[in-house]
């Protein structure tokens, strides 16, 4: 009698907080197409002396993330050049501007064109990987390179530099 009542009971259990839409379960199991992609693009360099970890930058190519084949519900246009998005932490630092502590930031020895700080709430911000609280994010613009070695040179004046590889996708 009470294996009965315990059975019928988690039965119910079961029953009661499935759901009834399939969309609601695809949903959880769908790849996010933006991150996936956006996660095979990106890179970290970290600039050390004295065993400690001076700076941190992580960049994600965007112009592979943001093809017209990729792009469903979220979008960045990426034409007219190479395009970045370069998260910065400077140690001691309370604010993390690469361009003006003696840090720089070169891609195939060519200087950014543009460099645009992202508000904390940037759309683009939820869309990429490795994103922390203690960093600050830049869309940095490269003017278009025609090789298709892309070498994105993190540099300082006292702590050396790092450089980042990445490949071009193919048209």
């Not at 960049?59 to 979008?75: D, E, H, M, R, S």
Request: aromatic residues 12%; proline residues 4%.
């Amino acid at each position: 009698m009470y294996k009965k009542i315990l059975l019928l009971s988690i039965l119910l259990i079961i029953l009661g907080c499935s759901t009834k839409e399939k969309d609601n379960i695809s949903q959880l199991f769908t790849k996010d197409d933006i991150y996936h992609i956006s996660l095979l693009n990106t890179q970290k360099a970290q600039l050390i002396a004295s065993l400690e970890t001076k700076a941190l930058l992580t960049a994600t190519y965007l112009n592979p993330v943001f093809t017209k084949k990729n792009c469903k519900n979220f979008c960045v246009d990426v034409s007219g050049g190479e395009y970045f998005f370069v998260g910065v932490y400077i140690n001691g630092s309370k604010i993390n501007h690469f361009d003006d502590k003696g840090y720089f930031l070169t891609l195939n020895g060519m200087k950014p064109i543009e460099i645009k700080e992202l508000d904390k709430d940037d759309p683009l911000r939820y869309e990429m990987p490795m994103v922390d609280n203690w960093s600050t994010y830049y869309k940095v613009k490269y003017p278009t390179v025609n090789s298709k070695k892309l070498k994105l040179v993190f540099e300082s004046d006292r702590f050396g530099k790092d450089v980042l590889t990445f490949r071009k996708p193919k048209k």
